[in-house]
């Protein structure tokens, strides 16, 4: 049974990745088709401009590609089900956004209010369902032979603030080719791995799946990018993130294992803080990336060692884990 388990968890994640290999080509043909170019920041930094009108909404290949993989398995349990859910309905808020740039050819779509009020509303959703079973309360403490256990009004509001703030914190990091997916992937392993040794298997195998996605977009988003994944894919990879973190009971996890998004999502608020407070900035441009990238740092160059970090924390993680 356990050997069975295996199998399914490599055929998943190798699904995933062949599919998008496979359709990779197709789909960035049809967005080229339909001119659905990406528009950049004028704001940002001007290295990026270069990259204007390289077909965004990538996220779509993630999504479909995640699908395949768990369809082979059809490992569909209630929880697994839920995460597709929130996966799914965070990619359509991306969606949205990135139709209505595209349409408009500004390099902003849904105002910030709209985009958090449709977050929230699914988190909530998600978390009512969360909180009718009192198992989830017990979220697991890293380094420690401990649980957090929190009433079930904090839970509720604890969930949705994981969803919303995981989903935004990945949304930020989606700044260089290959930056997001690569991170999202790592940290999908990581959180996979912990839950085969909380045999939560079939969560584990949504894991790989959508890392096996990830590991096939990044074939197509690898620096120079042929496609970026836009907010469709960042919404829905951090959703995704964050939901099995929550239903895994590893949601204090995160904070180690998604330590670049953290970091990222940081960096972001100490700048907004530092700004308005004072005048001045800490960090040459934020999210972080930009900040190393405007110090003169290669983009493939803060890519691979974001990625290097990523698996430092994963590893961190992990061990943290396995000592509690």
Same mark, same amino acid.
């Given at each position: 049974?356990?050997?069975?388990?295996?199998?399914?968890?490599?055929?998943?994640? !190798?699904?995933?990745?062949?599919?998008?290999?496979?359709?990779?080509?197709?789909?960035?043909?049809?967005?080229?088709?339909?001119?659905?170019?990406?528009?950049?920041?004028?704001?940002?930094?001007?290295?990026?401009?270069?990259?204007?009108?390289?077909?965004?909404?990538?996220?779509?290949?993630?999504?479909?590609?995640?699908?395949?993989?768990?369809?082979?398995?059809?490992?569909?349990?209630?929880?697994?089900?839920?995460?597709?859910?929130?996966? &799914?309905?965070?990619?359509?808020?991306?969606?949205?956004? #990135?139709?209505?740039?595209?349409?408009?050819?500004?390099?902003?779509?849904?105002?910030?209010?709209?985009?958090?009020?449709?977050?929230?509303?699914?988190?909530?959703?998600?978390?009512?369902?969360?909180?009718?079973?009192?198992?989830?309360?017990?979220?697991?403490?890293?380094?420690?032979?401990?649980?957090?256990?929190?009433?079930?009004? &904090?839970?509720?509001?604890?969930?949705?603030?994981?969803?919303? +703030?995981?989903?935004? +914190?990945?949304?930020?990091?989606?700044? %260089? #080719?290959?930056?997001? /997916?690569?991170?999202?992937?790592?940290?999908?392993?990581?959180?996979?791995? !912990?839950?085969?040794?909380?045999?939560?298997?079939?969560? /584990?195998?949504?894991?790989?799946?959508?890392?096996?996605?990830?590991?096939?977009?990044?074939?197509?988003?690898?620096?120079?990018?042929?496609?970026?994944?836009?907010?469709?894919?960042?919404?829905?990879?951090?959703?995704?993130?964050?939901?099995? /973190? !929550?239903?895994?009971?590893?949601?204090?996890?995160?904070?180690?294992?998604?330590?670049?998004?953290? +970091?990222?999502?940081?960096?972001?608020?100490?700048?907004?803080?530092?700004?308005?407070?004072?005048?001045?900035?800490?960090?040459?441009?934020?999210? !972080?990336?930009?900040?190393?990238?405007?110090?003169?740092?290669?983009?493939?160059?803060?890519?691979?060692?974001?990625?290097?970090?990523?698996?430092? %924390?994963?590893?961190?993680?992990?061990?943290?884990?396995?000592?509690?």
């Amino acid at each position: 049974m356990l050997m069975t388990q295996y199998v399914y968890l490599a055929l998943t994640a !190798l699904t995933s990745f062949i599919i998008s290999l496979l359709i990779g080509p197709h789909i960035i043909k049809i967005l080229h088709q339909l001119k659905f170019g990406q528009s950049i920041r004028d704001d940002g930094p001007q290295s990026h401009q270069k990259k204007a009108g390289t077909p965004t909404m990538g996220g779509v290949l993630i999504l479909i590609s995640m699908i395949s993989g768990l369809l082979v398995t059809r490992q569909f349990s209630t929880e697994v089900l839920w995460l597709v859910f929130l996966t &799914l309905s965070y990619g359509l808020i991306g969606f949205i956004d #990135d139709i209505i740039i595209i349409m408009t050819k500004k390099s902003l779509g849904l105002k910030a209010r709209q985009k958090l009020f449709a977050q929230i509303v699914i988190a909530a959703i998600a978390g009512f369902f969360l909180i009718q079973n009192p198992n989830f309360y017990l979220q697991i403490v890293p380094f420690a032979n401990n649980q957090l256990i929190l009433l079930k009004p &904090l839970f509720f509001i604890y969930a949705v603030f994981v969803l919303v +703030a995981t989903s935004n +914190a990945v949304n930020l990091t989606d700044g %260089l #080719d290959g930056l997001a /997916a690569g991170t999202t992937a790592i940290a999908l392993v990581a959180m996979g791995i !912990l839950c085969m040794f909380l045999k939560l298997f079939d969560l /584990a195998i949504f894991a790989f799946a959508l890392a096996g996605a990830c590991f096939g977009f990044i074939w197509f988003n690898g620096p120079p990018a042929q496609v970026f994944m836009g907010d469709t894919g960042s919404l829905a990879l951090g959703a995704a993130l964050g939901g099995l /973190a !929550l239903f895994s009971r590893t949601s204090l996890f995160l904070i180690i294992i998604g330590g670049v998004f953290v +970091a990222e999502a940081l960096s972001v608020i100490i700048q907004v803080l530092s700004f308005k407070f004072t005048g001045k900035r800490v960090f040459r441009m934020s999210p !972080l990336h930009h900040h190393f990238e405007l110090g003169g740092m290669l983009e493939p160059q803060i890519v691979m060692r974001f990625w290097m970090v990523g698996v430092i %924390l994963g590893i961190i993680g992990i061990i943290g884990f396995i000592i509690g």
